[in-house]
């Protein structure tokens, strides 16, 4: 079966970097986009960004530019999401999620991955 | 960022019938793409509930329904049962901005 397994809770200080994994089993690894999707506590679903795991070709959203990098291992069928800069307001739950071969639509969550920003 | 606009809640009876929402723009529900619906209880990742406007994944009860028209979309809940109670988040995809956009999700409660 399908399974997305992130990286486990992080706890990082004003300024680090963060770098979360998703590693990916139960069907081919490069047929499917991984997309990064995350939420505040109380906070909407934002999308940050997504990566053609067959080709490694990336977009991220433009409230993420420049402090955003997402990469993929396809030896290791696992996607991550760096993100540098962190502030208080990066403090949330990170989701990566499967896009359907067709449409932009997720078919599959990994359980997602807390990280938190604090002095 | 554009994003999709939704109602912060909804609530009805069990047994009752709600619908939720989706607002977008030219840019996106109204240039053609579809809309997407998920479905998350507290302290788990969201699952989808809806594709393609109107189309249920294997295993989402026919109490719920979808539909998209212009530059909205709707989700229906029929039969409103206690275990419907959760975050209800429509998606979609902007042509403008070549961006996945979230609504800001609305919360069911069944009273």
């Known amino acids: 079966q399908v399974q997305l397994v992130q990286s486990g809770a992080e706890v990082k200080k004003p300024g680090a970097s963060v770098k979360v994994s998703c590693k990916a089993s139960g069907y081919t690894f490069g047929r499917f986009a991984i997309h990064w999707v995350r939420q505040a506590p109380g906070h909407r679903l934002e999308w940050m960004g997504w990566?053609?795991?067959?080709?490694?070709?990336?977009h991220y959203s433009q409230n993420f530019l420049g402090r955003v990098t997402i990469t993929r291992d396809t030896s290791a069928n696992t996607a991550y999401l760096d993100l540098s800069g962190l502030t208080s307001e990066d403090t949330a739950m990170y989701y990566c999620?499967?896009?359907?071969?067709?449409?932009?639509?997720?078919?599959?969550w990994g359980q997602g991955t807390l990280v938190t920003v604090s002095s | 960022q554009s994003v999709l606009t939704q109602p912060p809640s909804v609530s009805g009876a069990p047994g009752q019938r709600v619908t939720i929402f989706c607002t977008g723009s030219s840019s996106n529900i109204g240039a053609g793409y579809e809309v997407n619906w998920y479905q998350q209880f507290p302290g788990t990742a969201p699952k989808l509930l809806m594709y393609?406007?109107?189309n249920r994944p294997s295993g989402v009860p026919n109490r719920f329904s979808g539909s998209k028209s212009g530059t909205s979309a709707s989700l229906a809940i029929t039969g409103l049962q206690a275990e419907d109670e959760a975050d209800y988040y429509c998606?979609?995809?902007?042509?403008?901005?070549?961006?996945?956009?979230f609504g800001g999700g609305t919360k069911l409660a069944v009273l």
């Open positions: 999620a499967r896009m359907y071969t067709t449409g932009w639509r997720f078919d599959y």
């Open positions: 393609d406007n109107n």
């Open positions: 990566i053609n795991a067959a080709n490694g070709k990336v």
């Open positions: 998606q979609s995809f902007d042509g403008s901005l070549r961006d996945v956009i």
